[in-house]
C-alpha cells in the first residue's frame, strides 16, 4: 500500500497544509499525533476543527480518554485497520502528525523491547514516590543519557519503560537505534516541514493564547466530570489545573505552555532528523507542487 506521510514539529502548519492536499488527492487523513487521540481534548490540543473534519475525513482523532494508555503498538493496529479501509475504498491515505514514535511504529514496526516487569514497575514507581521522579530520571541518566535528554524528569510513565528496557541488556536508544534501519512496512513519501527556528517560535507564541483558553475550558469541565484530572495529560492541562485552583497565575501558566511547547518542537526535529528517507521541507510550502508530487507517486508502479 502506497501511503504519504506529512510530519513535522508542533505550530509548523502540518494540519492546515494536510487538508489541503487530501482535498486535492481524493484523500483522508489518518491522525499521528499522540496528544490529538483523546477526546475531549480539542482546542488544547490544536485538534482539527468540525468544518476540517466536514471537508475532509479524518481518522483516529478520538479514540483514547484522557488518562487512558495510548501506546505505540495500540496506534499501529489502529492506523492499520484505518488504511487499510481508506484504500478499499480507492481514497489516497495521507498520515499527519509529529510523534516520532508513532510514525516509526506505523513505518517500521514496534521495536522489540522486553515486555512488561510488573514487579520492577512497582519497585520504580514506589522509588519516584519516596525520593521523588527527578532522582529516577537521574538513574536513567547514568544509563542512557540520550533517552534522559529525550524524556521530561517528570515524564514518569517513560521514565520508568526506559528503565525497563535498559534492565534487560540493552538501553532504549540502542533498541531504537536498531529498529529504525527495519525494513519498512508501507511504500511511503514522507514530508517534514521544516520551518526556521524564529519562525516557528512566532507561530508557537501567536496561537498559544487560544490554546491556554481551550486548555482551562477542557480542564475545568474534565474535573466537573470525574472529580480530578488523570496523571498522564498532554501538554498544558496540569498547569491548567492549577490556575483553576488558584495555585498558578494565568501569565505564568502561559508563559510555561509557550516554553514547553518550544521543547517539544525542539525533540520533535531531533527525533525526525535521525529517521532514513524523510523529505525536509522549507516555507513557503506549494501546495500545487506537493499535490503533484503525491499524485505521481500514488500512480506510479514501484516505489516513489
Known sequence: MKIAVLTGPTASGKSALAIELAARLDGEIV????????????????????????RVPHHLLEVAS???????????????????????????????GGTGLY??????????????????RAALAEEASREGRHALHARLKA????????????????????????????????????????????????????????????????????????????T????????SLPARMPIGYADAALVLSGRLGREEALRRLIVAHRRYARRQLIWLRREEGFTFLEPPFDVDRLASRLAAFRTARGPG
Open 143 to 218: 544509563v542512557d543519557p540520550e533517552a534522559a535528554a529525550r524524556i521530561h524528569p517528570n515524564d514518569l510513565v517513560r521514565v520508568v519503560r526506559a528503565l525497563e528496557i535498559a534492565a534487560g541488556g540493552r538501553t532504549q536508544t540502542e533498541t531504537f537505534a536498531r529498529h529504525r534501519f527495519s525494513e519498512r512496512r508501507y511504500e511511503a513519501l514522507v514530508f517534514v516541514l521544516d520551518l526556521p527556528r524564529d519562525e516557528l517560535h512566532a507561530r508557537i507564541e501567536t496561537r498559544a493564547p487560544r490554546l491556554f483558553e481551550g486548555l482551562l475550558a477542557e
Open 66 to 96: 484522557p488518562g487512558e494508555g495510548m501506546d505505540a503498538a495500540r496506534f499501529q493496529a489502529l492506523a492499520d485497520a484505518a488504511l487499510r479501509d481508506i484504500a478499499s475504498r480507492s481514497r489516497f491515505p495521507l498520515v499527519v
Open 103 to 120: 510514525l516509526r511504529a506505523l513505518l517500521r514496526g514496534v521495536a522489540a523491547a522486553p515486555g512488561r516487569d510488573s514487579a520492577l
Open 31 to 54: 491522525n499521528a499525533d499522540s496528544q490529538q487521540v483523546y477526546r475531549g481534548l480539542d482546542v488544547g490540543t490544536a485538534k482539527p476543527g468540525a468544518a476540517d473534519r466536514a
Open 220 to 227: 475545568e469541565a474534565l474535573v466537573a466530570r470525574s472529580g
